[in-house]
C-alpha cells in the first residue's frame, strides 16, 4: 500500500540495547501518485472498459463482484478489459503494474 499524494513528513526514533532512544531529524518527502489518476470509462458500462492515465504496462488486472470473488483475471494485458460477459451489477477492478496498485469500482449495466 502506497502513502497518498502530498507532502508527508518522517522522523526515526532509534533505541539503543541499554532503553536509550533518540530521534532523527524531520525530513519531508512529497509523494505524487500516478495511479490516483487512472480512470475507467465509460462508468457505467455495457462492456469494455477502457483504463485512462495509466502509463506503465498492467502486469495483472483482476475483477472482483460486489461479494469479493474473482470473476476474471488478465496478465499482461492492454488497458481495457471486456466485462459483458459478467451479469450486470457492481464490480471492482484491480490494476497492477510493475510496482503499485490501484482499485476502481465500475457499474455494468
Known amino acids: 500500500m502506497s502513502p497518498s499524494s ?4 518522517y522522523r526515526l526514533k532509534q533505541v ?8 532523527s531529524k524531520v525530513k519531508s518527502i512529497d509523494m505524487i501518485n500516478e495511479m490516483e489518476s487512472i ?3 465509460p462508468n457505467p458500462t455495457k462492456g469494455i472498459v477502457l483504463f485512462h492515465g495509466i ?3 498492467i502486469f495483472e488486472l483482476s475483477v472482483y463482484d460486489s461479494f469479493g470473488k474473482l470473476v476474471k483475471e488478465k496478465i499482461r494485458t492492454p488497458s481495457q478489459v471486456d466485462l459483458s460477459n459478467l451479469v450486470n451489477g457492481i464490480y471492482f477492478i484491480s490494476i497492477k503494474t510493475n510496482n503499485q496498485m490501484v ?7
Not at 502530498?6 to 513528513?9: D, F, I, K, P, S
Not at 539503543?16 to 530521534?23: A, L, V
Open 16 to 23: 539503543d540495547f541499554d532503553g536509550n532512544f533518540e530521534y
Open 39 to 41: 480512470s475507467i470509462l
Open 6 to 9: 502530498g507532502l508527508h513528513y
Open 55 to 57: 502509463e506503465d504496462e
Open 103 to 109: 482499485i476502481r469500482k465500475v457499474l455494468k449495466n
